[in-house]
C-alpha cells in the first residue's frame, strides 16, 4: 500500500487500469454512469499512519478518466474510532456495523454526486 510500489503491484495496477478504462468506455457506450467506490483497507482505517498511496493514485487515475470517485476512507476511520467496524480477527470484511457505515457513507457520497 506504500510507494514505491513494487514491479509486481505496478503491473497489477497498470492491468487493473487497463481494465477500469474498459469499464468506463462499456459504460459510456451504454449511457450509464459508473462510480468507483474505494473500500479502505483494514489499516488505512484503524492506522492513522498507514499509506493511502494506493487510494490517492485510484483517486487521481478516476479523476483523469471522469469517473465518479466515493472514497469511504473518512467514515470508517471516523466511526472506527467508536466501535469495531470488521469481523477481524476472523476476516477483514465489513460486520454489521461496517455495512451500516459502508451503505451511509455511499448514500452521502451519490447523493453528493446526483445533488441531492
Do not use: K, W
Amino acid at each position: 500500500l506504500d510507494e514505491p510500489f513494487s514491479a509486481e503491484v505496478n503491473e497489477i495496477l497498470t492491468r487493473y487500469l487497463a481494465i477500469l478504462d474498459r469499464m468506463s468506455r462499456d459504460c459510456d457506450e451504454r449511457g450509464a454512469r459508473l462510480v468507483f467506490v474505494y473500500f479502505p483497507a483494514y489499516s488505512q482505517v484503524y492506522d492513522r499512519g498507514a499509506s493511502l498511496a494506493i487510494r490517492d493514485l485510484l483517486g487521481r487515475e478516476c479523476a483523469a478518466r471522469s469517473i465518479a470517485f466515493i472514497d469511504l476512507t473518512e467514515a470508517f476511520r471516523r466511526e472506527g474510532s467508536a466501535q469495531v467496524l470488521h469481523l477481524a480477527p476472523v476476516d477483514f470484511h465489513p460486520n454489521p456495523a461496517g455495512n451500516r457505515v459502508m451503505a451511509g457513507a455511499v448514500d452521502d457520497g451519490l447523493r453528493g454526486l446526483l445533488g441531492g
